[in-house]
């Protein structure tokens, strides 16, 4: 038995669904815009992988701490632990990247997919336990928002 009661279990499962599927729609934002700023642009590939994680991080991070989190968390401090993760995670997966493609001869999509699998659990963790762990539903929904606007 896991110890905690089952529908706590299935709310945190489906906190796992919905990051999940935020996290693949900021996938495509980051390819779509990796891909159109390489063909329209004239910046060199790390800039326009640059700008294609930006978007896609805040992207994921809006949708997530409205919908899966429903934190009412500070924004600015929770987007600057937020880009401490990145800052942490992407040289790691960079360089963990080109060891296993250079050096070990792995496919680059095989590489590729180690990285965001583990950037997928690595990052779910720690916005659950330590960006938004003191403050998981603690957002109005918009159903209390809107009968206290009218209350004013």
């Known amino acids: 038995m896991s110890g905690q009661p089952s529908g706590q279990g299935k709310k945190e499962a489906l906190r796992a669904v919905k990051f999940a599927l935020f996290s693949a729609s900021a996938g495509l934002i980051q390819a779509g815009t990796i891909l159109l700023s390489e063909n329209v642009t004239p910046l060199p590939s790390w800039a326009c992988y640059l700008c ?12 997530n701490r409205k919908f899966t989190f429903q934190s009412a968390a500070d924004v600015p401090t929770a987007m600057l632990k937020v880009a401490a993760y990145y800052a942490v995670f992407t040289p790691l997966s960079t360089l ?11 496919n680059a999509a095989f590489a590729d997919a180690l990285a965001m699998g583990t950037n997928l659990i690595t990052e779910f963790l720690y916005q659950r336990f330590v960006v938004f762990g003191g403050s998981i539903d603690t957002a109005k ?12």
């Open 141 to 152: 929904s918009g159903d209390e928002t809107a009968g206290q606007e009218g209350e004013a």
């Open 52 to 63: 294609g994680l930006v978007l896609s991080v805040l992207w994921n991070f809006t949708l």
């Open 96 to 106: 963990g990247v080109r060891y296993l493609t250079q050096n070990c001869g792995w």
